[in-house]
């Protein structure tokens, strides 16, 4: 199993961080293609919506586990990276006037020995997601 942490600090409130990123089924920017193909459960805040999400040559099917508005989510990637066992957390945590955000990801490669380029592609990707939150937000 591989783990880590992407860890970043926004200067926007975190009621606005969560109005952007917080729901699922809307991209955080125009950088990033959301594809719903299911909505989930309104009542539960959208768990289990299935979507496809497209960040430039990246495109994974992912599945929302939980969430606890306005502060964090849990989510699953179904398919479309080598990898297995997928399993991330997307928190958002005041910290004053900013915004800590910070996701962390475990997963299995698909492929033994290519957990750390499986890592190294993920992570360009979180952070291409946290990007397209800041220029929203600075709209």
């Known amino acids: 199993m591989t783990t880590f942490n992407v860890t970043r600090k926004l200067d926007f409130?975190?009621?606005k961080v969560w109005e952007i990123a917080g729901d699922f089924q809307k991209s955080p920017g125009p950088g990033i293609i959301v594809e719903v193909e299911d909505p989930g459960n309104p009542a539960l805040g959208g768990v289990g919506a299935i979507?496809?999400?497209t960040i430039g040559?990246?495109?994974v099917r992912e599945r929302l586990?939980?969430?606890?508005?306005p502060r964090s989510y849990t989510y699953?990637?179904?398919s479309g990276a080598p990898?297995?066992?997928?399993?991330?957390?997307?928190?958002?945590?005041p910290r004053g006037a900013a915004t800590e955000v910070r996701f962390t990801i475990e997963f299995t490669?698909?492929?033994f020995g290519i957990g750390w380029l499986v890592a190294l592609i993920t992570k360009k990707a979180v952070n291409r997601y946290i990007?397209?939150?800041?220029?929203?937000?600075?709209q």
């Open 65 to 69: 586990e939980s969430v606890d508005a």
């Open 57 to 59: 040559k990246v495109k």
């Open 13 to 15: 409130p975190v009621d």
């Open 51 to 53: 979507r496809t999400i």
């Open 109 to 111: 490669p698909k492929i």
């Open 131 to 138: 990007d397209e939150i800041e220029m929203t937000a600075r």
């Open 83 to 93: 990898m297995k066992d997928h399993l991330a957390k997307g928190e958002y945590i």
């Open 76 to 78: 699953k990637i179904l």
